[in-house]
């Protein structure tokens, strides 16, 4: 029944890991001297950005190019949503255009699921105010697969992962997203915040929560720092940056007390000098160039899985 | 997400009956009892190792040996009769020939037709295959219209000098110009019926079985209604598509 993607909780452990191996596999198109397959002939992707995005929209337009399906792409600046036009309006609009699936971004929490009440087509979150972004946790979770289990390894969770995030608990969709898939693909999540960073009702989360980064980066396989997203901060949530920086940023000195085989992430775009240090940013041990790279191929599968075969009937 | 579900690609069906997918019922399968119901052996393992040994031969007697030759299996079964060729060639020749796999799912032309389906792996030797004599390798020949694809996947992956297909069973029923080069064995079958073929590295056992579709009537615990079955079958039916 469940033709979307809008939540990261919507997915079973199996649907999950369907998706890894499947962008595992589609991981070599990337190597071969011609980039493409012709499996989306023919299907319309839209891209209908309400917020400003670099990669994740740059993400799924390679994504869907390389599956030889069309892309729209549709940013509210400069569109009729200036003029005052309906999300529903816009949505129809673009699906009588043809489209299969449409891919958002929304600045309101919510937007793509009352979204998929209105098309007939797929509908992908691409992150939704301070709610979700499930396909920036699937490339989270296969980076996360690929360096700490191999690339070679197909059908496998991360059982037992310990996935440190921390930062911006409170405002970041892709922490919500990645507690959800992580804990559903076994791992074990911890959140480190500073306390008005903390999401409300954060204790019913499947996770622990801590507020001291110093005492759970030696117990870390994976260390994820989140944005500070100032744009979405209406109050002061700390002193100033010196001081969230000195507490619950990422230098080199915290870095060393990481476990040999760990991994830092960040989801981008990243503030250089506040939650992650340059010199960490560019270590050997930051996947965050990588990030990007899977971030393609993982929405390859999403891509290949929602719309590649017949529509359900039921 | 149901959307998602994928049709399993290790099932061991080959030649047209995937019952999931298609809604026809067949027999009941599950090795090793398959000689209680109602399949019958076509070709015993002495006869497979033979057929292999013959094909094997006949690909380094055309080939002048077996340089610059690539065998690519085609998952699932294709794979394992790709590397017992590549092991037989070795032995007879003393010198070891490139192999892997080649999953075609992407360039299958039913893909519309059925949920989609999980990915195989696609395993290229490292020398690639440009310049190449490319030698497909699947279980069996059908339609052609996985051969189909596996033309057009090799097309993206490079330029083999020539590209050749081997088979362990050709059963007949083309729906594209494509003929085997090498054939196991050719069995004249009926639409109707379904040819398995059975491999130790897969299944346990080395077997090619014969067996009918069941007809509706007595098929039990069929999801669907009978006709809903053969009106399946008709707008459907693509001999070859079978579960990779």
Redesign the interface.
Known sequence: ?????ISAG???RE?AV??L??AA??A?VSD???R????LRGRTVVNLFYEDSTRTRTSFEAAAKRLSADVINFSAKGSSVAKGESLKDTALTLEAMGSDAIVIRHPASGAPHRLAGWVSG?VINAGDGTHEHPTQALLDAFTMRERLRGPDERGAGLDGVQVTIVGDVLHSRVARSNVLLLTTLGAEVTLVAPPTLMPFAVGTWPVKISYDLDAELSKSDVIMMLRVQQERMTAAYFPSVREYRRRYGLDTGRMALLPEHAIVMHPGPMNRGVEIAADVADSARSTIVAQVANGVTVRMAVL?????????N? | ??????VPGDSPETGGQDSAARGSQTRDFNPPHWKDQGWKAVLTPEEIRRALSRVAHEVLERNHGGEDVVLLGIPTRGVPLAGRLAGRIAEFEGEPVAHGSL?VT??RDD????????????EIPPDGIDGKTVVLVDDVLYSGRTIRAAL?ALN???RPRSVQLAVLVDRGHRELPIRADYVGKNLPTAHREVVRVLLAETDGEDSVLLGDRIQPDNAEGADNAAGANNADDAAQETPEGNAR
């Open positions: 029944m469940n033709r979307h993607l919507d997915l079973t649907e369907l998706i191996d499947t596999e589609l070599s071969r001297p011609i493409k397959l012709p499996t797929s290949y899985l929602l719309l590649g075969g017949a529509e359900e039921s | 997400m149901c959307a998602m579900k994928p999953d992407m360039y893909l519309r037709l059925r949920p989609a389906r999980a990915l195989q792996r696609t057009e993206d992956l490079g």
